[in-house]
Nanobody, 126 residues
Framework: QVQLVESGGGLVQAGGSLRLSCAAS????????MGWFRQAPGKEREFVSA????????DYTDSVKGRFTISRDNAKNTVYLQMTSLKPEDTAVYYC???????????????????WGQGTQVTVSS
């Protein structure tokens, strides 16, 4: 079982930066690949980024490559999403999620993640 709590969202101007954090409780975190998803109003939830248990593998959706960086600190049971060069189209509720299943490939589908946080709002103004 994993409980996830996101923080760090807010209102920022285009071109600005934010760092999202996701604090996890429960022993499963250290054995889980972690992911970030986002959902904009009227749109489906979409994959943003994922990171493996060790942090050695990462994946990003094309629209955030070069701008977002995912990382994790297993000693602190926390995963981060550093977001730079933010654009208005990045506006969404951002969710972190845990995938405790051992996979050779990082999951990008929301159905593959078993545990979810409540989300944090990111709003980028133009």
């Amino acid at each position: 079982q994993v409980q996830l709590v996101e923080s760090g969202g807010g209102l920022v101007q285009a071109g600005g930066s934010l760092r999202l954090s996701c604090a996890a409780s429960g022993r499963t975190f250290s054995n889980s690949n972690m992911g970030w998803f986002r959902q904009a109003p009227g749109k489906e939830r979409e994959f943003v980024s994922a990171i493996s248990v060790s942090g050695g593998r990462t994946d990003y959706t094309d629209s955030v490559k070069g701008r977002f960086t995912i990382s994790r600190d297993n000693a602190k049971n926390t995963v981060y999403l550093q977001m730079t060069s933010l654009k208005p189209e990045d506006t969404a509720v951002y969710y972190c999620a845990a995938d405790p299943v051992t996979r050779w490939r990082l999951a990008t589908k929301s159905d593959d993640y078993d545990y979810w946080g409540q989300g944090t709002q990111v709003t980028v103004s133009s």
